[in-house]
């Protein structure tokens, strides 16, 4: 910790142990990239991060011939503002490549009391089971790590030919065996992409996901559509497709704007996790929104999450929640203009005490929740 700083009192920090084994997760566990923990050794938690990912599959070029030198531009102070407009049309921005760097954005969230990272990478988003032990190593976190399959844009050409049973075996060996010669271990069934509408190998990439939980204990966590509609779509196909619900984070619920919190009431009756995973994300569109004209979606502040938060708390859904960043590109890092990974313990938490949520509520969201769904059944 850094000289001064003091912790909250509800605050846990991660206790690392000793050594780790390279064994599958048994139920009651939870697997990192470095082999399983006793939930107790989590500690505060962020839900889902990347530390390492190729986002490149989103990028389009601009239609202005002055801005499409941009696109292959890095990203700098002279390129930021234009990138924070255009954020999935510079290449440099939609990739995060560096574990150095990845591991000095971390510390920051490790000084503010941070124990464990999610990183929802996997096929398709860049997933580097290598990288990410070695950030784990240099920062002392524990870092949990995604399988299966992103959206359509990034799947394999062959995709249509790869059938569900292939799909579930592929993700049951990652949570099981481990990627590749490494044989580093997938802890997280995710983060599964869909898109609206949703592409029939996204549906069949989900019930591969229903599958795979099935056989392994892992949970899931699922890329919502640019839609409202989307996340009940998702919650229904898994239970149809056999998938405890109550251990499903649904992401990006802070699409959805205040007044539509009832619909945010009846998917946590279902019994799903809702991730605010957006905090401190300073862009108000989505660059794809004028794609999906029936259905303009913007996004909120981190006041209006907050706001939400407290909502569903009053109504008893405080033990459905978690939350985190979504940190995906460049300019979300602190080198390159952005809040990082701290952002909520640092600038968030203040503002959720100041809305009423005590030591109870804040542990609950930062610690219990996270901790139960990585928790292998």
């Not at 509800?10 to 990192?32: D, H, K, L, M, Y």
């Not at 991730?275 to 259905?295: H, K, L, R, S, V």
């Not at 890092?333 to 809305?355: A, E, N, Q, T």
Request: one cysteine or more; hydrophobic letters at 40%.
């Amino acid at each position: 910790m850094r000289n001064g700083e003091k912790r909250s009192n509800f605050e846990c920090v991660a206790v690392r142990p000793a050594s780790f084994e390279c064994v599958a997760a048994n139920p009651g566990e939870i697997q990192t990239v470095n082999g399983p923990i006793l939930p107790g050794h989590a500690g505060i938690t962020m839900i889902h991060e990347h530390l390492m990912v190729d986002l490149t599959c989103y990028c389009h070029s601009p239609q202005a011939a002055h801005e499409k030198s941009l696109v292959k531009a890095p990203v700098s102070l002279k390129t930021l503002t234009w990138i924070r407009r255009n954020y999935t049309s510079n290449l440099d921005n939609l990739t995060l490549d560096e574990p150095d760097l990845a591991v000095e954005e971390l510390l920051e969230f490790k000084y503010a009391g941070g124990g464990t990272i999610v990183d929802a990478g996997n096929i398709g988003l860049g997933r580097d089971p290598k990288a990410l032990q070695r950030i784990a190593d240099a920062s002392g976190l524990n870092i949990v790590m995604g399988a299966g399959y992103y959206v359509h844009q990034s799947h394999p050409a062959n995709m249509d030919e790869i059938s569900e049973e292939a799909i579930c075996g592929e993700i049951v060996a990652d949570v099981r065996d481990g990627v590749g010669s490494d044989r580093i271990r997938a802890g997280l069934i995710g983060e599964l992409g869909c898109s609206w509408p949703m592409h029939p190998n996204e549906q069949k990439v989900l019930r591969a996901g229903a599958k795979a939980q099935k056989a392994t204990g892992a949970p899931i966590s699922v890329h919502v559509g640019l839609h409202r509609e989307s996340p009940h779509q998702i919650a229904q196909i898994l239970d149809r497709a056999g998938a405890d619900l109550s251990r499903v984070a649904l992401c990006h619920m802070d699409r959805e704007a205040p007044a539509n919190i009832e619909r945010l009431v009846e998917l946590c009756k279902m019994g799903c996790y809702l991730e605010f995973d957006a905090f401190g994300m300073d862009t108000w569109d989505f660059p794809d929104a004028p794609n999906y004209p029936q259905a303009p979606i913007d996004r909120i502040t981190d006041a209006q999450r907050v706001e939400l938060i407290v909502r569903l708390a009053d109504k008893g859904h405080l033990d459905r929640i978690v939350v985190s960043h979504d940190i995906a590109y460049k300019m979300r890092l602190k080198k390159f203009g952005g809040s990082g990974y701290d952002h909520i313990l640092s600038v968030c938490v203040p503002i959720m005490r100041r809305k009423g949520l005590g030591d109870a509520e804040m542990r609950k969201i930062l610690i219990e929740n996270p901790v139960r769904l990585l928790t292998f059944a």
